[in-house]
């Protein structure tokens, strides 16, 4: 149980356009989901966290008008990078939790490359 | 600030040699700490989990240790096979005082060799 996908696995987009990801909860029912940047050979680094049906939480230093996140229900979360540059270029994963507090589930990641 | 450091940073072994990796950590509040398997370009998978009363925790050939007096864990593989070759990864919660926030450590890169 506690499975997450996420889709696409791997994407290469021209700089100026925008990409969205799927994070989506396949056995359980996600309140809160996060999303995570990580650079190579670089620890996961917290982007946002989202809950369902409100607005995503960002930390410090994210754009919120870069990374735009979705959260409308308890099974999918959307992360759009609108505008994308080659330093956007990098592995996004989302994981999920059941409530809030309770353990992050991660999904596969997604490989952006801006072109 | 909380940290969790990780060592070594990489490490190399033939196959069937067991090996231990190391995480110090300073995180206040502690509610858990856990250890992540990372194959490249995929997500993490988790291993074990242990919380402050838990000492050891196995899961197959996996070992954990959790010394909570002087913040340390280590990650014990025994009998190493080649598809343990992948990044290791020590992530610590904070507790309700810290918004349960995770703090990851950079990973032990572990490549097993025939």
């Known amino acids: 149980g506690a499975v997450v996908s996420q889709h696409p696995s791997r994407v290469i987009c021209k700089s100026g356009t925008s990409v969205k990801i799927e994070c989506r909860s396949l056995?359980?029912?996600?309140?809160?989901m996060f999303w995570y940047r990580q650079f190579p050979k670089k620890s996961l680094m917290l982007m946002a966290t989202?809950?369902?049906?409100?607005?995503?939480?960002?930390e410090q230093g994210v754009e919120k008008d870069k990374f735009l996140i979705n959260h409308a229900s308890l099974t999918l979360s959307t992360l759009t990078v609108t505008s994308a540059h080659p330093e956007d270029s990098s592995f996004y994963i989302c994981?999920?939790?059941?409530?809030?507090?309770?353990?992050?589930?991660f999904g596969p990641g997604t490989r952006l490359l801006v072109l | 600030k909380n940290q969790v450091e990780q060592s070594p940073q990489s490490l190399i072994i033939l196959e069937g040699k067991n090996c231990t990796l190391q995480?110090?950590?300073?995180?206040?509040?502690?509610?858990?700490l856990r250890w992540y398997k990372q194959d490249t370009g995929r997500g993490p998978v988790s291993l074990t989990i242990?919380?402050?009363?838990?000492n050891t925790k196995s899961n197959g050939r996996y070992t954990a240790t959790l010394d909570a007096d002087t913040k340390q864990s280590s990650l014990h593989i025994t009998a190493s096979q080649l598809s343990d070759s992948a990044s290791y990864i020590c992530?610590?919660?904070?507790?309700?005082?810290?918004?349960?926030?995770?703090?990851f450590g950079t990973g032990t890169q572990l490549k097993v060799e025939l």
């Open positions: 995480c110090n950590y300073t995180v206040s509040p502690f509610s858990n």
């Open positions: 994981s999920a939790s059941s409530y809030k507090w309770e353990t992050q589930y």
């Open positions: 989202s809950n369902e049906g409100s607005k995503a939480t960002y």
């Open positions: 056995d359980f029912q996600a309140t809160t």
């Open positions: 992530v610590v919660s904070a507790g309700a005082g810290g918004g349960n926030k995770l703090t």
């Open positions: 242990m919380t402050f009363s838990e």
